[in-house]
Nanobody
Framework: VQLQACGGGLVQAGGSLSVSCAASGRTLNSYSMAWFRQAPGKEREFAAGIRSYGSTFYADSVKGRFTISRDNAKNTVFLQMNSLKPEDTAVYYC???????????????????WGQGTQVTVSS
């Protein structure tokens, strides 16, 4: 399975950006998918996740500004980022995993497949 993330770039604070992640190699319709991010000098952190049936969960830092969605027909997950802040600057990674219903979406170790990351830079 390969996850290909794209759509990152440079945007001014307050702007919007959308990133996507397309899976190939197998259908991930039954998998939970998520976006993690890693800023320079910091550990990778959870940003947003979506279960196979569409339930979503967000980190407090992005809640109300980011929206995660998925298109199972296209085997793709999206992250719409609005009202971006300089502290949102990071490499954004998509991930997929066969999480159980009781598994929290926020734990990176629960995800089996990872994309290569896409850079998002927010200027002040």
């Amino acid at each position: 399975v390969q996850l290909q993330a794209c759509g990152g770039g440079l945007v001014q604070a307050g702007g919007s950006l959308s990133v996507s992640c397309a899976a190939s190699g197998r259908t991930l319709n039954s998998y939970s998918m998520a976006w993690f991010r890693q800023a320079p000098g910091k550990e990778r952190e959870f940003a947003a996740g979506i279960r196979s049936y569409g339930s979503t969960f967000y980190a407090d830092s992005v809640k109300g500004r980011f929206t995660i969605s998925r298109d199972n027909a296209k085997n793709t997950v999206f992250l719409q980022m609005n009202s971006l802040k300089p502290e949102d600057t990071a490499v954004y990674y998509c991930a997929a995993g066969a999480l159980k219903g009781y598994d929290g979406l926020v734990y990176a170790k629960k995800y089996t497949y990872w994309g290569q990351g896409t850079q998002v830079t927010v200027s002040s």
